[in-house]
């Protein structure tokens, strides 16, 4: 089976940074796009960022020029770097990959984090 264990996450001034990763551990999985979605609370969970295993990238108009997503195909891990963090950056941020197991005969899947909270705040 595969997992998403992510990291980074926590309490920041606006105007700061942090570095979300997300690493997929198991074995006999092959990983095509990966992304970064948030959920701020009462609202709909929202995409961040993509990035297809070529390194084409796509991001939320909210997020553009302020966060970069890049991977790590050796360590089969995706991360985020926030910079200029806003209060309205607030929520919790989970990871996404699609992934073919052995199991299943290479069947892609959307497999999820277990989200990592973010807050903004002065």
């Known amino acids: 089976q595969v997992q998403l264990v992510e990291s980074g996450g926590g309490l920041v001034q606006p105007g700061g940074s942090l570095r979300l990763s997300c690493a997929a551990s198991?074995?006999?999985?092959?990983?095509?796009?990966m992304g970064w979605y948030r959920q701020a609370p009462g609202k709909q969970r929202e995409l961040v960022a993509t990035i297809t295993s070529g390194g084409s990238t796509t991001y939320a108009d909210s997020v553009k020029g302020r966060f970069t997503i890049s991977r790590d195909n050796a360590k089969n891990t995706v991360y985020l770097q926030m910079n200029s963090l806003k209060p309205e950056d607030t929520a919790v941020y989970y990871c996404?990959?699609?992934?073919?197991?052995?199991?299943?005969?290479?069947?892609?899947?959307?497999?999820w984090g277990q989200g990592t909270q973010v807050t903004v705040s002065s």
């Open positions: 996404n990959a699609d992934i073919g197991t052995v199991v299943d005969k290479w069947t892609v899947r959307a497999y």
């Open positions: 198991g074995s006999g999985f092959r990983i095509g796009a």
